[in-house]
């Protein structure tokens, strides 16, 4: 498996979400180019993607997240999406594994998640990789 940090938005990469947004959620629509520009241009967020192998089409991603607080240097994984084909072989294992090493390379003192209880592959990863549950309530204000 090859895992890459996504620095541009080439048209492999804007189709990728493209096709892979719709299988996490259909409550919010796939990204547009510039949200994927403004995302890797982002400073406080790493885009990861991973193929089978260098140059074979990309089958899932991952979004770790930094904020630097009065508390430290917090970090959160997000929008973990592998491709339905290749689902159980181990991609997103590598994706996460892979945001928890840069997590720590970037010196966060912790690394959260939030993840629908309905998928339930997904929260059996994340035990097995180590990741507690937290009780906490969690709140959104949209904006």
Do not use: C
Request: proline share 5%.
């Amino acid at each position: 498996m090859h895992l890459f940090r996504v620095t541009a938005i080439t048209d492999e990469v804007f189709q990728a979400f493209q096709r892979l947004i719709p299988q996490l959620t259909s409550n919010v629509p796939p990204p547009t180019r510039a949200d994927l520009e403004a995302l890797v241009a982002f400073e406080g967020s790493i885009l990861l993607a991973a193929s089978l192998v260098d140059g074979s089409p990309i089958i899932g991603v991952a979004t770790l997240s930094l904020v630097r607080a009065p508390t430290g240097v917090h970090g959160r994984l997000e929008d973990v999406i592998v491709d339905e084909s290749v689902r159980g072989q181990g991609v997103g294992a590598a994706l996460t594994e892979d945001v928890i090493r840069l997590a720590r390379e970037m010196g966060a003192n912790y690394l959260a998640l939030t993840s629908n209880p309905r998928r339930e592959a997904a929260n059996r990863l994340y035990q097995r990789l180590g990741f507690k549950r937290w009780e906490t309530n969690v709140y959104r204000f949209d904006l």
